[in-house]
């Protein structure tokens, strides 16, 4: 209880709001580098993972590479964007780029490959041409899972970002990592109740974010799928 009430303490004291060091200020190099690589990593991956999924190739080759690029550790990246490019925020930028990438082409992939076939036909038959039944038919269609593949990048981004205090960067994780340095464990713990705080409200935004891109027939179709499943359930 010692340790919460510490923890307690120091969110209260108000020299931990304000200035450089501020919690302001180290939420807002967090948020800015998170985003920053998620947005990079989506740009790249997205349309790799739609156009794959869309045609049906190369599909087995990209979710291998995908899945090579989750085993590398982000550390490991971390260490070698160093050595190449030296302090800044460009070698944090490559790492979590890198992490924030394979799960969205997995699952972007995966989303547009999961498309029923009779419905890509319906479509054609209705006088759809191909870039018209991707973007009003497959992609309203994938977009569950293509938010799901965002919001795991996004969540491990975030927690991941605490590692730019290695290599002097900013976010939440110079409190983790001074805090160790300094031995001050109240700081490190606040810190990471902070990670822990902002990767939370990321997985609740993007999950409200994709509550709005979902078709509303698709809702309504998965509300009506969990009733029944409830139904049975207690039968």
């Known amino acids: 209880m010692s340790v919460l009430s510490n923890v307690a303490r120091w969110f209260a004291d108000p020299t931990h709001w304000s200035g450089p060091d501020g919690i302001p200020q180290r939420l807002a190099e967090h948020v800015q580098i998170s985003a920053e690589s998620v947005a990079i990593g989506a740009l790249i991956a997205l349309p790799i993972g739609i156009a794959l999924g869309h045609y049906g190739r190369f599909g087995n080759l990209a979710i291998n590479i995908s899945n090579v690029g989750r085993a590398l550790p982000s550390f490991g990246v971390l260490v070698i964007a160093f050595q190449v490019f030296g302090l800044g925020s ?26 029923d076939a009779d419905v890509k036909e319906a479509a054609r038959g209705m006088g759809y041409r191909e870039l018209a039944r991707l973007v009003r038919v497959e992609l309203p269609l994938a977009v569950p899972l293509v938010m799901a593949g965002i919001r795991t990048s996004a969540v491990q981004v975030v927690a991941t970002a605490t590692l730019a205090a290695l290599i002097a960067g900013g976010g939440f994780g110079r409190y983790v990592i001074d805090g160790f340095a300094q031995q001050d464990y109240t700081k490190l713990f606040a810190g990471a109740v902070l990670v822990a705080l902002l990767a939370m409200a990321t997985e609740l935004s993007l999950s409200a974010v994709e509550r709005l891109l979902v078709p509303r027939g698709i809702r309504l179709q998965r509300t009506a799928g969990a009733q029944r499943a409830t139904t049975f359930k207690t039968a």
Not at 90 to 115: C, D, Q, W
């Open 90 to 115: 460009l070698p944090i930028l490559v790492a979590l780029v890198a992490l924030a990438i394979p799960p969205m082409i997995t699952n972007s992939y995966v989303g547009l490959r999961e498309v």
